[in-house]
């Protein structure tokens, strides 16, 4: 498969350029944390990515969704990162629709994908225990309790988690914290009795939310899956979530490298266009390519999400980690060629700086990605 | 038939031939420099070596996308990249090292006369003739247009006098396309004309010229009172600045393919074969793993990116500088890898009769020869960023 869009995607990418640029530019972004809006997201902007087809665009088109794949998903993430677009899109419509497909049962499907795709619930998953992404340190507790289950412990870093009516949880049931086996994941209602969820405004004025879970019980179908074997789907749901999150990055890293570049050419000091200097010139121009390495990455990563997945674990670990290091470079290089202008909140360069950080830190950063190849490459 | 049964109809086709015609020993990975076929007048071929060439020569699949009439094999891109990748599978080596392939070859198809495509191309194909480059001179580095050897208009051919350096194989060459100034008064890209000539031709002489790393293909090339016939120019007088740009590009394209992974295992796998592993299975220094992780990414997207260089170039949507931004990380990753070797090798890559020792000093040129990545970062910042007074 060529490493380019067809003409549908290309389709896909303009009208999603458009309507994020009219609908849900950074000026939004900036008006939202600014009013400390509860949300932290707006609804009609939600109500219109349904309207779109936006919202269900990785669901089955038999459950009411677009039935399209990780490529079309990885297009509008773009167009997401380049406007840095809040939405709860990455939580709902690409984790949670993925764990559903993954491991939902028929009902379960039925049940929850419909709701999800016509954007009436927000769904996101919960995995994070610590500080960094230790997916398989996991321990928050599942205990069999007669026919159901009970959950006891902790989660971080849960993406609009304060705005789930789902949460989809990741919990141990088995095994030791350390161990692939023993995990399991449940299909969780926010509003189940004993669940504690504390919204956190990061440094992008995005949320994610702490979680605590005391004696919270289940029934036996709050289950997805199998019990005790839920580390391939975990994976697979992860990767989809780090392509994603790829997206978005290499999103951010045209947008500011477009910006920094008119800038270039449009400041003058010692009577000269400052883009005439060959110092700013050369890492322009450096990172220029390593933007282009990352675009390459990504694309081979979400072709290969949507038609071989075993193979997928390696492309993904490496357009996650290049396109992390591409858009630090661009954030980076941005600030600092745009001079003072780039450090005042005034000037919209930072807010591109602060969401990078968010999600290189996402599902694991350039060097948990590069830990992974090295493991998968056996040394 | 569809494009795609078509295509794996040839590739069944290939496999097999393949099979029953590349000799076991072209089958295994080239041990030194001196094992690779350049082919010429005076090439000392081994009988596998010559087997495969002539073989692969018949079918035109040395020069797989030229057209038939000029020895090549006629082939699309899109099979021309299924015999490439058969070829790797089966771990065929390519039958033929080639400048006349890499660079002459896709400016004569472009600038070349009918006459001049049908004597030079089919002997480059063939392997016949072996040619070398005269670009650079003493004073004309990076700044390349600032060449002086003089080609002096005597009717019916030049006199050409001057010296030329940094020629590869000059020693070894049959034939030279060369970079000469037809008009000094003109400004200095429009006096410059592109020339072939035979390197037997009297009043040519060459010297090498060791590098650090020791033995090196580089050479001095002298030229004293040269007679070059005026059917050997290549485009028109004071033309060759466009003739010699478009031969860079490819040129450009070339070195950055060897940022490509060309051995089997990854990096990572030989470096924990030369330090160890520890308890766990893994390269048993974790400073240098994290760094080789770190390039064997950078690697795989390059790898992606000369992909979608191809396929942007299919789809007609390349940018005619981007083989500037091949070269310049290409350059820079085969650099990386070359120092991690040697990381990784520890004391016993510092043996002098060694190779690693010497490949890796050989690698400091990549950023140097065929434009410096200063030269490509230039190249990129004015046509592809389009940054003013670059």
Known sequence: ?379 | MSETTTLEAFRAEVRTWLEANCPPEMRRPVASEDDICWGGRNAQLSEPQRVWLQRMGERGWTVPTWPREYGGGGLSADEARVLAREMRRANCRSPLASFGIWMLGPALLKFGSEAQKREHLPKIARGEIRWCQGYSEPNAGSDLAALATRAEDRGDHYLVNGQKIWTSYADKADWIFCLVRTDSAAKKHTGISFVLFDMATPGVSTRPIALISGKSPFCETFFDNVRVDKRNLVGHAGGGWDVAKYLLTHEREMIGAIGERSAAKPLGQQAAELVGRDANGRLDDPMLRARIAEFEVDESAFRLLMERFGDLAKAKQAHPAFSSALKYYGAELNKRRHELLMSAGGSNALEWEGAAARDWLRSKANSIEGGTSEVQLNVISKRILELPGA
């Open chain 1, 1 to 379: 498969m060529p490493l380019l869009l067809n003409e549908e995607q290309e389709m896909l990418r303009d009208s999603a350029r458009d309507f994020l640029r009219e609908n849900a530019p950074v000026a939004q972004l900036r008006q939202l944390r600014d009013s400390h809006d509860p949300a932290g997201f707006s609804g009609p902007l939600w109500s219109r990515f349904a309207d779109m087809g936006y919202t269900g665009l990785l669901v089955p088109e038999a459950l009411g969704g677009a039935g399209l794949g990780m490529v079309e998903a990885g297009v509008l993430m773009e167009q997401i990162g380049r406007h840095l677009s809040a939405t709860p899109f990455l939580a709902s419509g690409v984790l949670a629709v993925s764990a559903l497909r993954q491991a939902g049962s028929p009902a379960q499907q039925q049940h929850w994908l419909p709701r999800l795709a016509r954007g009436e619930a927000i769904a996101t998953l919960a995995v994070d225990e610590q500080a960094k992404h230790r997916p398989e340190q996991i321990a928050l507790q599942a205990t069999r309790q007669g026919e159901g289950w009970c959950l006891n412990g902790a989660k971080c870093f849960v993406l609009d988690g304060h705005m789930a009516s789902l949460l989809i949880v990741v919990a141990r049931s088995g095994g030791a914290a350390g161990d692939q086996q023993g995990l399991s994941l449940f299909a969780l209602p926010r509003d189940s009795a004993g669940v504690t969820v504390t919204r956190t405004v990061m440094v992008d004025a995005h949320n994610a939310a702490r979680v605590t879970l005391s004696e919270v019980r289940l029934p036996a179908d709050a289950l997805l899956g199998a019990a005790d074997a839920a580390w391939p789907v975990l994976q697979a749901v992860l990767d989809a979530g780090r392509a994603a999150a790829a997206a978005e990055l290499l999103g951010i890293a045209e947008e500011v490298f477009e910006r920094t570049l008119g800038y270039l050419k449009e400041r003058k000091q010692f009577g000269r266009a400052i883009g005439e200097f060959q110092g700013l010139q050369h890492r322009a121009a450096m990172l220029y390519v390593d933007i282009e390495l990352a675009r390459a990455a990504l694309m081979n990563a979400l072709q290969t999400l949507d038609v071989e997945r075993e193979r997928a674990v390696e492309a993904v670990a490496i357009a996650k980690a290049k396109c992390g290091s591409a858009a630090t470079l661009a954030v980076q290089e941005g600030v600092q060629m745009h001079g003072g202008m780039g450090m005042t909140d005034q000037f919209e360069i930072g807010f591109f700086m602060k969401r990078a950080r968010v999600l290189q830190e996402l599902f694991g950063d350039s060097a948990f990605q590069q830990e992974r190849l090295s493991r998968l490459r056996g040394y």
